[in-house]
């Protein structure tokens, strides 16, 4: 059975920095892209970050320079660290195992909300 379980979301004021973890399980882990989506209120899902099977990483631009995706291949995990977060990053946070170059999702965990005071 296939599980990607989130953790680490909150609330935090603006400024402040949230640890986001994905512990993934049922996959051949190192084999997928893995990235975060996130899912604002009353908006539609946005690609946050990715990293490829190679280390590869790609982060949306407004993200750049305030968070980072890291994963761990021996304990089939992944992280955001979110650093200087602001009110607009309020979303559901989701963890994605990816395929086909990182563009589509094969499984996704149930997501972990995250909001941004000011």
Request: charged share 15%; net charge positive.
């Amino acid at each position: 059975q296939v599980q990607l379980v989130e953790s680490g979301g909150g609330s935090v004021q603006a400024g402040g920095s949230l640890r986001l973890s994905c512990a993934a399980s049922g996959i051949a882990y190192s084999w997928y892209c893995m990235g975060w989506f996130r899912q604002p209120p009353g908006k539609a899902r946005e690609r946050v970050a990715t990293v490829d099977q190679g280390g590869a990483i790609t982060y949306a631009d407004f993200v750049k320079g305030r968070f980072t995706i890291s994963r761990d291949n021996a304990k089939n995990t992944l992280i955001l660290q979110m650093n200087s977060l602001k009110p607009e990053d309020t979303a559901m946070y989701v963890c994605a195992a990816l395929v086909a170059g990182c563009y589509s999702v094969d499984y996704q965990g149930h997501g972990t909300q995250v909001t941004v005071s000011s």
